[in-house]
């Protein structure tokens, strides 16, 4: 089993900036990839980005050129870096790790882009 757990999330101004943390416990040696998602009210649920455990970083095309996922492999974290945010990138934010042939999940953290 996976463990995650986020936290960064808040209330911020529109073109501001928020830090997401995802924090991994039990068995990450299973992991293959994290991922951000994010889930607007009324909306479905969407990919943000990804990372796989050699590296390969993608973005959807919403957030490419301001937001930044990164890890630290010492922390077992991941991050999301969100930059010139917009009042459409409100919704809650989930952490999700892939093992196989499972996908765990986080709690979630909402981030509310408001002036």
């Known amino acids: 089993q996976v463990q995650l757990v986020e936290s960064g999330g808040g209330l911020v101004q529109p073109g501001g900036s928020l830090r997401l943390s995802c924090a991994a416990s039990?068995?990450?040696?299973?992991?293959?990839?994290m991922h951000w998602y994010r889930q607007a009210p009324g909306k479905q649920r969407e990919l943000v980005a990804v990372?796989?455990?050699?590296?390969?970083?993608s973005y959807a095309d919403s957030v490419k050129g301001r937001f930044t996922i990164s890890r630290d492999n010492a922390k077992n974290t991941v991050y999301l870096q969100m930059n010139s945010l917009k009042p459409e990138d409100t919704a809650v934010y989930y952490c999700?790790?892939?093992?196989?042939?499972?996908?765990?999940w986080g709690q979630g953290t909402q981030v509310t882009v408001s002036s």
């Open positions: 039990g068995s990450i040696f299973s992991i293959n990839a």
């Open positions: 999700s790790a892939r093992t196989i042939p499972t996908m765990h």
């Open positions: 990372i796989t455990s050699g590296g390969t970083i």
